[in-house]
């Protein structure tokens, strides 16, 4: 038997205000520290109960994935963030999974959210975020805004591999 599955209401999105100077930011950003890093707190604005945030860009000098944005500012990236990243990145697919610890105190579940972005069949970021317990509507929108900004990174990318094309 099939059951139906309820689309979460717009009136259920809670308003979202962004403060501008971010997003200028992110418009005028030249290096990919200060994009991604504009990017991620943007993000940590739109997505509601952000506890921790990274961006991982793709090193095509090493091969790796190095950090290129933490938040908050003064966090260290969380192994468990990294790991879930490295487990998008390899699956080239979104990742949902429970937190490692309870970063609260509520004992409440917070959630991992990492998303890869592909271009040209290579990923080339994760972005990664803990959720203190969302709902699955909550969950839901999360996921949506994160896949819309993320052609926000493919833009980047794209500029920079422009850029290098010209010189």
């Given at each position: 038997?099939?059951?139906?599955?309820?689309?979460?209401?717009?009136?259920?999105?809670?308003?979202v205000r962004i403060?501008?100077?971010?997003?200028r930011r992110?418009?005028?950003?030249?290096?990919?520290e200060s994009f991604c890093d504009s990017w991620l707190k943007v993000h940590a604005g739109l997505l509601p109960g952000v506890q921790h945030g990274l961006v991982l860009?793709?090193?095509?000098?090493?091969?790796?994935?190095?950090?290129a944005a933490v938040w908050p500012d003064d966090d260290t990236p969380r192994p468990?963030?990294?790991e879930a990243a490295?487990?998008?990145?390899?699956?080239?697919?979104?990742?949902?999974?429970?937190?490692?610890?309870?970063?609260?105190g509520t004992g409440q579940d917070d959630v991992i959210l990492a998303y890869p972005l592909t271009v040209d069949g290579t990923v080339r970021t994760v972005a990664v975020f803990e959720l203190q317990s969302p709902s699955q509507s909550t969950l839901h929108d999360a996921m949506n805004?994160?896949?819309?900004?993320?052609?926000?990174l493919e833009v980047m990318y794209l500029r920079?591999?422009?850029?290098?094309g010209e010189s």
């Open positions: 038997m099939a059951r139906a599955v309820s689309q979460p209401h717009l009136s259920a999105v809670a308003p403060d501008p100077e971010l997003w992110l418009a005028v950003a030249e290096d990919r860009d793709l090193d095509e000098g090493c091969d790796e994935y190095v950090v468990d963030l990294v490295g487990e998008a990145a390899g699956d080239r697919q979104p990742l949902i999974m429970h937190a490692a610890g309870d970063a609260t805004r994160v896949q819309w900004g993320s052609a926000w920079r591999r422009a850029r290098i």
